[in-house]
Nanobody
Framework: QVRLVESGGGLVQPGGSLRLSCAASESIFSINYMGWYRQAPGKQRELVADITSGGSTDYADSVKGRFTISRDNAKNTVYLQMNSLKPEDTAVYYC???????????WGRGTQVTVSS
């Protein structure tokens, strides 16, 4: 079974940067969307950014201009470069991949990002 392996989370001070990575454990064909979601304590999981196989991107308003999503199709890997981090960015960040057809959704286990002084 294909797994998504996330890395790059951690503790950072406000204004700092982190880069998240999410790699599929084996080659995956028919990847449509790759993206990042996050869930803060007591809140619903929300879209942070996603990217299509063609490179089109979409971002949450709260991260536009600060976060950049990119992907390496040859490595089945998606990245999230996070700059100018704020305390409100603190959350567990989850990688999500959509395959298909038929449409199949895969989730990573999540990686904690904490922004605090």
């Amino acid at each position: 079974q294909v797994r998504l392996v996330e890395s790059g989370g951690g503790l950072v001070q406000p204004g700092g940067s982190l880069r998240l990575s999410c790699a599929a454990s084996e080659s995956i064909f028919s990847i449509n969307y790759m993206g990042w979601y996050r869930q803060a304590p007591g809140k619903q999981r929300e879209l942070v950014a996603d990217i299509t196989s063609g490179g089109s991107t979409d971002y949450a308003d709260s991260v536009k201009g600060r976060f950049t999503i990119s992907r390496d199709n040859a490595k089945n890997t998606v990245y999230l470069q996070m700059n100018s981090l704020k305390p409100e960015d603190t959350a567990v960040y989850y990688c999500r991949v959509e395959l298909g057809p038929p449409i199949t959704i895969l989730w990573g286990r999540g990686t904690q990002v904490t922004v605090s002084s």
